[in-house]
């Protein structure tokens, strides 16, 4: 089947949303993903927006301590950054993809702090002293 690439898919064509045993529903493979597979955006953080906005993909996946799924920045441009999932690991036909929210967490904050901490050395003059 040929695909236009000007037609939104909300969800790489390898996964879909199904019923998930660890909270309501839960993003599934539909076939075998290998380890460091790019599934696509799930959150996209913008400036006219205080927090981020969730594709389907960031919307339906499962936190786990033990997840089989991370994000990294795959876009970053000015204040805007786009957020991609990739697979930790082989992903077998029928497995569950999933997230530690506490690791995202985490990545959120070292992004913000990194950001405001170049910027403040950006803006402070060269010879004001930084607070500690």
Known sequence: MIRNKFYYNPLPE?????????????????TEIEEGHDLGPTHIKMPIYSGFVRTPLGGYINHDEEPNCYLSINFEWDDYKIFHLFTRRKILEGEELLLDYDEWERVIRAEEILCCSICLEEERPANAKQKK
């Open 14 to 30: 390898e996964l879909e949303i199904g019923e998930s045993e660890i909270d309501g529903h839960g993003i599934f493979a539909t």
